[in-house]
């Protein structure tokens, strides 16, 4: 994948709560192309080794349990800068921090539960997007 790149998951508590519209509307409006996307639901070994960087994490079990526990909506997107423009627009990992109008402001609901994922850098953008997605299924 390349540098104006990034992967991002609409993840279980935000797909529940009816919030793949909102969120999607604003990632568009902030400019980014989505490139990939699907509807899908992580198995519990999915979940695993997506987050296997927060394997010795006291909260890996409960991450884990809460990444699986229902579909979930993956895509790529595309935009100059996408990684850190799109943490931008997510927010703090803890809602409570997170910026006035970002995602996870507008639609977390705790620092477990918290809507949306953004890769954190070019590489694990690229690692996540291939985990997720065929050559063929980006455009
Ligand atoms: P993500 O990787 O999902 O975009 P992030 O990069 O903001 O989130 P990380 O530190 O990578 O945050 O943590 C990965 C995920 O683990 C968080 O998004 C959240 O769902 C969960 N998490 C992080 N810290 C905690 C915590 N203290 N308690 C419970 N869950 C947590
Ligand atoms: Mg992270």
């Given at each position: 994948m390349i540098a104006n790149r990034t992967f991002t998951m609409i993840k279980p508590d935000a797909v529940e709560n009816g919030h793949i519209g909102g969120i999607?509307?604003?990632?568009?409006?902030?400019?980014?192309?989505?490139?990939?996307?699907k509807y899908t639901q992580l198995?519990?070994?999915?979940?695993e080794e997506f987050y296997a960087v927060h394997k010795e994490r006291p909260f890996y079990g409960e991450l884990v349990e809460f990444m699986s526990?229902?579909?979930i909506v993956a895509?790529?997107?595309?935009?100059?800068?996408?990684v850190?423009?799109?943490r931008a627009l997510?927010?703090?990992?803890?809602?409570?921090?997170?910026?006035?109008?970002?995602i996870?402001?507008?639609?977390?609901?705790?620092?477990?539960e918290n809507a949306v994922h953004g890769s954190d850098s070019d590489e694990n953008a690229a690692?996540?997007?291939?985990?997720?997605f065929a050559g063929r299924e980006v455009f």
């Open positions: 999607l509307d604003k990632i568009t409006s902030a400019g980014f192309k989505i490139v990939a996307m198995s519990t070994r999915d979940a526990r229902g579909p895509a790529i997107l595309e935009k100059d800068n996408a850190e423009d799109f997510i927010g703090a990992t803890n809602p409570a921090e997170a910026a006035e109008g970002t996870r402001k507008l639609y977390a609901t705790s620092i477990g690692i996540e997007g291939a985990f997720h």
